[in-house]
């Protein structure tokens, strides 16, 4: 779990509603679900990822390895192929193709992080979708009693656009042929060309996080630690106290006893797999949603 304040906890489906008018409706917020209370780091980062073992060195060669076979091998699935050099959207469909990547995920939409926030089954190992064929399953090192849903007002130097920031990181490639996300020393979030169905339908946007401050290079900073998000953290109120830019940060949970009534109540406004997922596996895991509900009537 991780240390920070929750601003609320909902039952229902309009007790979150109300919670984000009440408490999101100053600006362009993003919202991110969790089935699991774990930071806001991206996936290829996570010692669970690797078999326990930390980030490092040689993980890393694995990744762009990885990354670079995604490339090659994508495009006869792909209907619009980004131009190669474009790598924040090529990370931004394997992301959302259940790929580790270096990005995180977010959404303009709250119903939409309400769903990936309730799963069908209960840890320590989640199934948190079923698409159609073989399981996306997260780990958590506990049974939890509660998923997550953050919501993140962006600090407004923080929030740029995929081409904009495709052009800091070809300055940053004359320095380090291999991008590191040391050259990285603010939060960004960026909103993705439309160039995958998933995106759009997700209402997607992404984030990146920096280095660490304590030495350990390559590993970034959750989002909930960063001292321009992080209110609990003397950093953040100094920031404040200069008038410095900063952002918002919220943390809500969702009891583990309500994820099936949430999931009922999110499918009976539209917002499903078929809908989030649009395509035949999204399709075939929404109706196997169905049926499954079907035989306990």
Request: with cysteine; charged share 30%.
């Amino acid at each position: 779990m991780t240390a920070f304040a929750v601003s609320h906890t909902v039952e229902s489906v309009a007790g979150y509603v109300d919670h984000i008018e009440k408490n999101c409706a100053d600006g362009e917020w993003l919202f991110r679900g969790q089935p699991c209370d774990k930071p806001l780091l991206p996936k290829i980062y996570r010692p669970e990822f690797w078999g326990g073992e930390p980030y490092d060195k040689g993980k890393k060669e694995i990744e762009l390895e990885m990354f670079e076979e995604f490339k090659r091998k994508a495009v006869p699935f792909l209907d619009r192929v980004p131009p190669d050099d474009r790598r924040l959207e090529w990370s931004a469909i394997a992301q959302h193709h259940f790929m580790p990547t270096r990005l995180l995920d977010w959404s303009a939409s709250a119903l939409t992080a309400l769903w990936f926030s309730v799963p069908e089954k209960t840890p320590p190992r989640i199934d948190v979708l079923r698409p159609g064929i073989g399981s996306v399953r997260v780990s958590c090192s506990a049974p939890p009693n509660h998923s997550v849903v953050w919501a993140s007002l962006p600090c407004s130097s923080d929030l740029v656009h995929a081409e904009h920031w495709e052009k800091k990181l070809e300055r940053k490639e004359k320095l380090d042929p291999v991008y590191k996300p040391s050259r990285i020393t603010e939060t960004w979030f960026f909103r993705p060309t439309h160039t995958d169905r998933r995106i759009a339908a997700q209402a997607s946007s992404f984030s990146v996080h920096p280095d660490r401050k304590d030495g350990k290079e390559g590993i970034p900073t959750p989002l909930e630690e960063n001292g321009r998000y992080g209110e609990q953290r003397p950093e953040y109120q100094k920031r404040v106290n200069e008038s410095k830019p900063v952002g918002k940060l919220l943390k809500i949970e969702v009891p583990q006893e309500k994820w099936a009534d949430l999931r009922e109540e999110l499918n009976r406004l539209g917002v499903n797999e078929a809908r989030l997922f649009p395509d035949l596996d999204g399709l075939c895991g929404q109706l196997q949603w169905w049926a499954q509900q079907q035989n306990k009537k």
